[in-house]
Structures are given as structure tokens and as C-alpha cells.
């Protein structure tokens, strides 16, 4: 009988370190669940974070996009005002050298004409 008492205290400290040691891990596990919880709301802050930050580069590149947009339109109506202008510029110049050719024309023609000396005017002769 001594013999049962004894291995039932015994099998009764085990026990108890069993539970001990179970609480003890529930215990450990419950904190690890804790701080699991923790980091996964720093996580979800963090994407919400990094979600505001996408937002607002891609409204930053939106909006850089336009102003790209706007300024290839009026580098295109510059090239279309110059352009204009140098067709402007050779028809100028056509139409100069086209005076030029007139002008020596003119001179031909009206050389041919002389002019008698009146009271007090030189006398012009081509």
C-alpha cells in the first residue's frame, strides 16, 4: 500500500508539472498570439501607408503627364509657326528678287529716254 501512496504522489507531481509546463506554454503561446496581432496591425498600417503614398505619386505623375502633354502641344505650334514663317521668308525673298529683276527692267526701259536740259534742271542721262 505505501508503495501505491507513493507512486500515486509521485504520478500526481508529475501531473502537476505537466500542467505547470502546459500553462507555462499557453501561456508563451498567448503572448506570441499577442504580439502576432500587433505586428499584423503595424503591417495593415504600414499598406495603408504605402497604399496613400502610391495615391498620391499617381496623381503626381498624372498630373506630370499633362503638363509633358502641354508642352509637346505648344512645342508643336512653334514648329508650325516656324515653319509659317520660313515660307513667309521665301516668298519674301521671291518677291525681292523679283523686284530687283523689275527694277533693272525699269532702268533698261527708261534709259532709253533722254532728257533735254531745261532753265535751272541738270540734264539727266542714263
Known sequence: MRSLAGRSAEA???????????????????ALVDQ?????????????????IMGEISAASSEQSQGVAQVGEAVTQMDQATQQNAALVEEMA????????????????????KLTQHEGLPLLSA
Open 94 to 113: 521671291a518677291a525681292a528678287s523679283s523686284l530687283r529683276s523689275q527694277a533693272r527692267d525699269l532702268v533698261q526701259t527708261v534709259a532709253v529716254f
Open 12 to 30: 500526481a507531481k508529475e501531473i502537476k508539472t505537466l500542467i505547470t509546463d502546459s500553462v507555462q506554454r499557453v501561456e508563451q503561446g498567448t
Open 36 to 52: 502576432a496581432g500587433s505586428t499584423m496591425n503595424e503591417v495593415v498600417t504600414s499598406i495603408r501607408r504605402v497604399t496613400d
